[in-house]
């Protein structure tokens, strides 16, 4: 098995929306994307990342006397405050908090730690047709350690999906796109200003490699994130479903804005911008599902 390491924050297991079938879905950490309405926030870098749960916190101050970077202060109402430019996510501060009021986000794991979790279930998959998904951030980020990880569930018979925002360099993705079976591809905004302004990148690269994944006939199924403001306009799912046609008319997916990602923001320190978005109501929901059916597509919600 591959000696490589890479950063995990997260390993789901019995998941149902991430391909078919029952399958663990691995979160590897890392995103050339900072979307505005990211839920997973601790996911966008590629080092272990402190959360600080301050309601939580019984000001105990026993992690600012260990902290080797001197990253934890006092604030004089006797409140804690983490300095994330000195903070490393070593976790010492984790180990001593009574509170549980710290975690770090992201963690160094082998390919054989990895492949050792998701072997456990295996008869799931096998029953279910399911298999292992790979996620993010985003996965190609890593590239060696992803590469490493498909090529030992290929080798058990596992069913493998790259859930992706296509934001790679192609000879960094096509080898990848060797050991996988599905492709999980993710439109953020089909508007080239608009995707540079909410997702800090242009769609250009990632809708060329759109159209090659499908010339390399894998399956791929578009999934949409449906933000309030940000992408729900007739003409955005106009385009959506345009976009989808020129592809030759894969599945869409739409998955629909939530609030469960905001308190991850302030455990990190950052600034959420979508503080006024609301959750879709059931009618604007049906409405962009007819919109799409109109064009003969498949979409699910």
């Given amino acids: 098995m591959d000696q490589i390491n890479g950063y995990v924050f997260d390993i789901q297991r019995y998941?149902?929306?991430?391909?078919?079938?029952?399958?663990?879905?691995?979160?590897?950490?890392?995103?050339?994307?900072?979307?505005?309405?990211c839920s997973n926030p601790e996911?966008?870098?590629?080092?272990?990342?402190?959360?600080?749960?301050?309601?939580?916190?019984?000001?105990?101050?026993?992690?600012?006397?260990?902290?080797?970077?001197?990253?934890?202060?006092?604030?004089?109402?006797?409140?804690?405050?983490?300095?994330?430019?000195l903070c490393v996510g070593c976790g010492f501060c984790v180990d001593i908090c009574p509170a549980e009021a710290r975690q770090v986000s992201g963690k160094l794991m082998s390919v054989e730690e990895v492949i050792d979790i998701v072997k456990r279930d295996a008869l799931f998959y096998k029953n279910s047709d399911g298999g292992v998904t790979f996620s993010g951030g985003e996965a190609t980020a890593q590239p060696e350690f992803l590469l490493a990880l498909l090529r030992e569930c290929k080798k058990l018979g596992f069913h493998t999906t790259l859930d992706t925002c296509g934001?790679?360099?192609w000879d960094i993705l096509e080898p990848v796109l060797e050991y996988v079976d599905l492709v999980l591809f993710d439109v953020k905004q089909t508007n080239p200003k608009k995707h540079q302004?909410?997702?800090?990148?242009?769609?250009?690269?990632?809708?060329?490699?759109?159209?090659?994944?499908?010339?390399?006939?894998?399956?791929?199924?578009?999934?949409?994130?449906?933000?309030?403001g940000c992408n729900d306009s007739d003409e955005d799912i106009r385009a959506l479903a345009e976009f989808a046609l020129e592809l030759g008319g894969p599945e869409i997916n739409l998955m629909l804005y939530h609030k469960l990602g905001i308190k991850k923001y302030e455990s990190l320190g950052m600034k959420y911008k979508l503080e006024n978005a609301e959750p879709f109501a059931d009618e604007k929901i049906e409405h962009i599902k007819e919109q799409i059916l109109s064009y003969g597509l498949n979409v699910k919600v």
């Fill in 15 to 37: 998941s149902i929306h991430d391909g078919p079938g029952i399958r663990s879905t691995v979160f590897l950490k890392g995103c050339p994307l900072t979307c505005v309405w």
């Fill in 43 to 85: 996911s966008q870098k590629q080092v272990p990342q402190l959360l600080y749960l301050k309601h939580l916190c019984s000001r105990c101050h026993k992690c600012v006397d260990i902290c080797p970077n001197k990253a934890i202060r006092v604030l004089p109402e006797g409140d804690l405050e983490v300095d994330r430019d």
């Fill in 167 to 169: 934001f790679v360099k």
């Fill in 197 to 228: 302004q909410y997702t800090g990148v242009s769609n250009k690269l990632i809708f060329e490699n759109a159209k090659r994944i499908l010339s390399q006939n894998i399956p791929v199924i578009l999934r949409a994130v449906l933000i309030p």
